[in-house]
């Protein structure tokens, strides 16, 4: 006989869990901060549009995160999404720690020349997944007496 949990699809058991809606939560995000990044382009410098793009995919990684990831801290808003912002720079700090190393010295040294700036920048964004869940979890969102809601 099969378990409940095995006769359950995957992406029912994959959104019961925090973390599962964690990573819903950050794909869309990313989907914004691309597909928004396309559009500034056409009216600002693409490092202007590239920041812009990002404060978008944070703002609604935040938003998104509050509503169906985290329970409510009591917080401000105002605190929360300085703390998400925080977390969210510790992260951008490891994708380009990430990427850099990777794309200077990993892949020149074993010989790896397959879209080496690709591979390295979407390896470095996976990077800070389990690091931003835990700070979002136990900063961003943090209760006065901590997060004690199940994973």
Request: glycine fraction near 8%.
């Amino acid at each position: 006989m099969l378990s409940n949990q095995t006769a359950t699809p995957l992406h029912r058991r994959l959104w019961s869990h925090r973390f599962g809606r964690f990573l819903v939560v950050g794909g869309v995000a990313a989907i914004v901060n691309i597909s928004s990044r396309v559009g500034f382009s056409t009216v600002m410098s693409f490092g202007w549009a590239i920041l812009a793009a990002y404060l978008c995919g944070m703002t609604v990684a935040w938003l998104l995160s509050r509503l169906l990831v985290f329970e409510p801290s009591g917080a401000h808003w105002t605190r929360e999404y300085s703390r998400f912002a925080l977390v969210n720079v510790v992260a951008a700090l490891q994708v380009w720690l990430i990427a850099e190393a990777l794309v200077r010295w990993v892949f020149p040294a074993v010989g790896f020349h397959l879209h080496p700036e690709f591979v390295a920048h979407v390896v470095g964004v996976i990077a800070p997944v389990f690091t931003s869940y835990l700070g979002h979890k136990h900063f961003s969102f943090a209760t006065a007496a901590g997060d004690r809601s199940p994973p």
